[in-house]
């Protein structure tokens, strides 16, 4: 004699759950906020984003003096929420085809190596920031200090402007 046994009911629930949700992904992704719009990234930013373009030889001193307080910039950046303006300054002189920072901004990047990493963690994780660089085509891996004022930021990046 044989014995049957019943379809297993569990199949037709599931079954019909992931139908359900392949159905509604489209419909998520709709509510998405995109950042290829110039809107969606002002939304996401909220504050006006700056460049400027100069020499790190023409503001060492300033880039030192950032790089010097990394620590206290990165617990900003991870506290940043709303800022008046955000400045990209470019050290157009430091970028990677020019062979990167002078020497005295160099050995003071190579002091604070870990540090900067960190920032550049709290960057990526800091939408309005990571927005702002994103919207002027800087990789975070360029920033090589931050400088707060107020609510206000000066970004310095190794990298050119993109033309």
Same mark, same amino acid.
Do not use: C
């Given at each position: 004699?044989?014995?049957?046994?019943?379809?297993? %009911?569990?199949?037709?629930?599931?079954?019909?759950?992931?139908?359900?949700?392949?159905?509604?992904?489209?419909?998520?992704a709709? =509510?998405?906020?995109?950042?290829?719009?110039? !809107?969606?990234?002002?939304?996401i930013?909220? %504050?006006?984003?700056?460049?400027?373009e100069?020499?790190? !030889?023409?503001?060492?001193?300033?880039?030192?003096?950032?790089?010097?307080?990394?620590?206290?910039?990165?617990?900003? /950046?991870?506290?940043?929420t709303?800022?008046?303006?955000?400045?990209? /300054? =470019?050290?157009?002189d430091?970028?990677?085809?020019?062979?990167?920072?002078?020497?005295?901004?160099? %050995?003071? /990047?190579?002091?604070h190596?870990?540090?900067?990493?960190?920032?550049?963690?709290?960057i990526?994780?800091?939408?309005?920031l990571?927005?702002?660089?994103?919207?002027?085509?800087?990789?975070? !891996?360029?920033?090589l200090?931050?400088? =707060?004022?107020?609510?206000?930021v000066?970004?310095?990046?190794?990298?050119?402007?993109p033309?």
């Amino acid at each position: 004699m044989t014995t049957t046994k019943p379809p297993n %009911s569990k199949w037709p629930h599931a079954l019909a759950a992931a139908t359900l949700l392949a159905a509604a992904l489209p419909a998520v992704a709709a =509510f998405a906020q995109g950042t290829k719009s110039q !809107e969606a990234v002002d939304a996401i930013i909220g %504050s006006e984003v700056r460049q400027e373009e100069t020499s790190a !030889e023409a503001v060492p001193d300033k880039v030192v003096a950032a790089i010097e307080k990394t620590a206290e910039s990165t617990k900003a /950046v991870r506290t940043a929420t709303k800022l008046d303006q955000v400045d990209i /300054v =470019f050290l157009t002189d430091s970028a990677k085809t020019e062979g990167g920072p002078p020497p005295a901004i160099e %050995s003071k /990047v190579a002091e604070h190596r870990q540090e900067i990493e960190q920032l550049r963690d709290e960057i990526e994780g800091n939408a309005m920031l990571y927005h702002a660089l994103d919207s002027r085509q800087v990789l975070v !891996e360029d920033v090589l200090a931050v400088s =707060f004022d107020k609510a206000n930021v000066v970004i310095y990046a190794a990298a050119k402007p993109p033309r």
